[in-house]
């Protein structure tokens, strides 16, 4: 079953600080699939943390929705956790369609080899998940995109994993880029981090101004990776 906004209901099981690949190869719960009612709730209100986020995450997720404006787009976060703060320091734009279970194992376990590899810094791990809806008049969160939150979040719980929702109908304020950073309350449900930065001055500027190079259709995701291998999901080159 297709959930809202083109995201699809996962199986499978995203890693925690132990596992290597990036995901674990457990057995589905009950029904072959996990929500936010299956996953439990270990801790309060990931407001405790600091959370941050880079220059270069923000316009990676605004170009990767600019590149597919008609669809909803998602995304991993990778960063690094440390003394209560957790620095959202790239994106890596995953797909502009269904997120299908099989896609999300393997997208999932090569952004988990690539957060260990020497092309990331030391300490590089999941923090989370993005999610642009295909409207900017979209009311709430999509149930699918709650569930892969859901499941990074249990995952990663020692860090308190994080959400960014994209609110497209904010862009037209140029000092605004319409990110938001979310965090899993202990009721389940997801709300506006106490304590969030975005980093650089003028990035709804700046991306302005990528858009009018057509920078945003140099952007590659894992699902247009995974039908062209000679694409850079990693998107390595495309702010420099």
Not at 81 to 108: K, N, Q, R, Y
């Amino acid at each position: 079953q297709v959930g809202e906004e083109g995201v699809a209901p996962s199986t499978a099981v995203l890693s925690g600080p132990g596992a290597r690949d990036g995901v674990s190869h457990d057995a589905a719960p009950a029904g072959g699939r996990i929500d936010g009612r299956s996953v439990p709730d270990t801790a309060a209100m990931d407001g405790a943390a600091v959370y941050r986020v880079s220059r270069a995450a923000q316009l990676k997720i605004l170009l990767h929705a600019a590149r597919f404006p008609f669809a909803a787009v998602d995304g991993v976060l990778i960063g690094s956790a440390e003394g209560g703060e957790i620095a959202v320091t790239d994106a890596i734009p995953f797909s502009h369609s269904v997120v299908l279970a099989p896609a999300l194992e393997t997208g999932m376990a090569l952004v988990g080899a690539y957060c260990e590899s020497d092309q990331t810094p030391k300490g590089s791990r999941i923090v989370g998940w993005y999610h642009a809806p295909a409207s900017s008049k979209a009311d709430g969160i999509a149930k699918p995109v709650v569930q892969i939150a859901n499941t990074i979040r249990t995952k990663n719980e020692d860090i308190g994993a994080c959400l960014i929702t994209l609110n497209g109908s904010k862009l037209s304020d140029p000092t605004a880029t319409g990110l938001e950073v979310l965090v899993r309350k202990s009721s389940g449900s997801w709300a506006a981090a106490p304590s969030a930065s975005f980093e650089g001055e003028g990035v709804s500027q700046e991306f302005t101004e990528l858009l009018s190079k057509k920078v945003e259709q140099r952007i590659d995701d894992l699902e247009s990776w995974l039908e062209d291998t000679s694409l850079d999901w990693r998107n390595a080159a495309l702010l420099a």
